[in-house]
């Protein structure tokens, strides 16, 4: 069965840094290309980065520069590094799986964990 | 960057009623790129439909998916009780991008 289990939320200063995690099991992360998306309270989603089967790992224009994804595959496990936070980067963050057909990768989610929230204030 | 605008913000139906959700991007989604979640209160999104039109797995037929181009539409045939909830559509044609989200609540 596929679970993806997050951590490391919790409550941080502006300027701070957290380091969040997603345990995976019932398949290889390695093998799949997996995203962290966030939802701020009472909003709607929002794509954060990715990281390939091959390991290139791309962002978006609100996190790049200030957050990098990262694998440890005797783990099996993704992490998100998030430095110089910001209010605005208060969200629960899922890791996500992508969705894979006939070996075509396609940047959409067929597996979510349950999140992990990040509140960013003083 | 494509907008996806989901209209309307809010239906509320009854059980056993026709719930239909739209989807418009600001330009023309590639080959019909267009995805459907659904999400419950305090749970994570359920992917129900991918492009366009191919129901996830395990996604009970009452969900189907139609359209093309910058018009999309979720359509759930007759609404269980365990079907209230909102509901978002994603383009993964050219980046990435969520709709805002249509709440389908018991009238």
């Known amino acids: 069965e596929v679970q993806l289990v997050e951590s490391g939320g919790g409550l941080v200063q502006p300027g701070g840094s957290l380091r969040l995690s997603c345990a995976a099991s019932?398949?290889?992360?390695?093998?799949?290309?997996m995203s962290w998306v966030r939802q701020a309270p009472g909003k709607g989603l929002e794509w954060v980065s990715v990281?390939?089967?091959?390991?290139?790992?791309y962002y978006a224009d609100s996190v790049k520069g200030r957050f990098t994804l990262s694998r440890d595959n005797s783990k099996n496990t993704l992490f998100l590094q998030m430095n110089s936070l910001r209010a605005e980067d208060t969200a629960l963050y899922y890791c996500?799986?992508?969705?894979?057909?006939?070996?075509?990768?396609?940047?959409?989610?067929?597996?979510w964990g349950q999140g992990t929230l990040v509140t960013v204030s003083s | 960057e494509i907008v996806l605008t989901q209209s309307p913000g809010t239906l509320s139906l009854s059980p056993g009623e026709r719930a239909t959700l739209s989807c418009r991007a600001s330009?023309?989604?590639?080959?019909?790129?267009l995805a459907w979640y659904q999400q419950k209160p305090g749970q994570a999104p359920r992917l129900l439909i991918y492009g366009a039109s191919s129901r996830a797995t395990g996604i009970p037929d009452r969900f189907s998916g139609s359209g093309s181009g910058t018009d999309f539409t979720l359509t759930i045939s007759r609404l269980e009780p365990e079907d209230f909830a909102v509901y978002y559509c994603?383009?993964?044609?050219?980046?990435?991008?969520f709709g805002q989200g249509t709440k389908v609540e018991i009238k």
């Open positions: 330009q023309s989604v590639g080959s019909s790129s």
């Open positions: 019932g398949f290889t992360v390695s093998s799949n290309y």
């Open positions: 996500a799986r992508h969705l894979m057909i006939s070996s075509s990768w396609f940047f959409l989610f067929d597996y």
């Open positions: 990281i390939y089967s091959g390991g290139s790992t």
């Open positions: 994603q383009q993964y044609g050219s980046s990435r991008t």
